[in-house]
T-cell receptor, first 112, second 114 residues
Framework: SQELEQSPQSLIVQEGKNLTINCTSSKTLYGLYWYKQKYGEGLIFLMM?????EEKSHEKITAKLDEKKQQSSLHITASQPSHAGIYLC????????????FGKGTMLLVSP | DTGVSQNPRHKITKRGQNVTFRCDPI?????LYWYRQTLGQGPEFLTY????????KSRLLSDRFSAERPKGSFSTLEIQRTEQGDSAMYLC????????????FGSGTRLTVV
């Protein structure tokens, strides 16, 4: 079965600093999803990356997919308190995009 | 469309009781998924439906768990004879066929078994 390892497990950054979260898969990545979760709430969709070495950006968040390394990275520029939360990566196990396997998440705290 | 709706938001039950959760997906989504999430972990897949057909069930889904999606619209997840280990957040998601359009998650139902 596919496993996703996220690093770091937690992160505290000062407001205004940049940060990167990584997600490494044990198997081929067909689709890679990034979600954000506030404690005790549901998942908010951020971005989806497909095969082909995609890179996407939305506001101050950029996500990249490196197929050869079976890895994705999420980069936040000039972090703000609103960026705080748990970031989860999820991967589709096959090209049929049925179910998702998730990593354990990276908890981000942004200090003023 | 108000997104994926889950009810109740919170449920506290005594061990051994049965509980049922409901999920209303986005109306045009034909796929519906149930996941379970415990503290400090990512969501774990339980089962999914395409229209009214249950296409896949995880080995995590013991025989005390049953899910239905009558008429391919809303879905219910029932847990019989609850155990303390069932305490978790139960998340529902929906998508169009293929999933590469994105999965939309609900706010979840937090179950506490005492």
């Amino acid at each position: 079965s596919q496993e996703l390892e996220q690093s770091p497990q937690s992160l505290i950054v000062q407001e205004g600093k940049n940060l990167t979260i990584n997600c490494t898969s044990s198997k081929t990545l067909y689709g890679l999803y990034w979600y954000k979760q506030k404690y005790g709430e549901g998942l908010i969709f951020l971005m989806m990356l497909q095969k082909g070495g995609e890179e996407k950006s939305h506001e101050k968040i950029t996500a990249k997919l490196d197929e050869k390394k079976q890895q994705s990275s999420l980069h936040i520029t000039a972090s703000q308190p609103s960026h705080a939360g748990i970031y989860l990566c999820g991967a589709a196990p096959n090209s049929g995009y049925s179910t998702l396997t998730f990593g354990k998440g990276t908890m981000l705290l942004v200090s003023p | 469309d108000t997104g994926v709706s889950q009810n109740p938001r919170h449920k506290i039950t005594k061990r051994g009781q049965n509980v049922t959760f409901r999920c209303d997906p986005i109306s045009e989504h034909n796929r519906l998924y149930w996941y379970r999430q415990t503290l400090g972990q990512g969501p774990e897949f339980l089962t999914y439906f395409q229209n009214e057909a249950q296409l896949e069930k995880s080995r995590l889904l013991s025989d005390r768990f049953s899910a239905e999606r009558p008429k391919g619209s809303f879905s219910t997840l029932e847990i019989q004879r609850t155990e303390q280990g069932d305490s978790a957040m139960y998340l529902c998601a929906s998508s169009q066929t293929g999933g590469n359009y994105g999965y939309t998650f609900g706010s979840g139902t937090r179950l506490t078994v005492v």
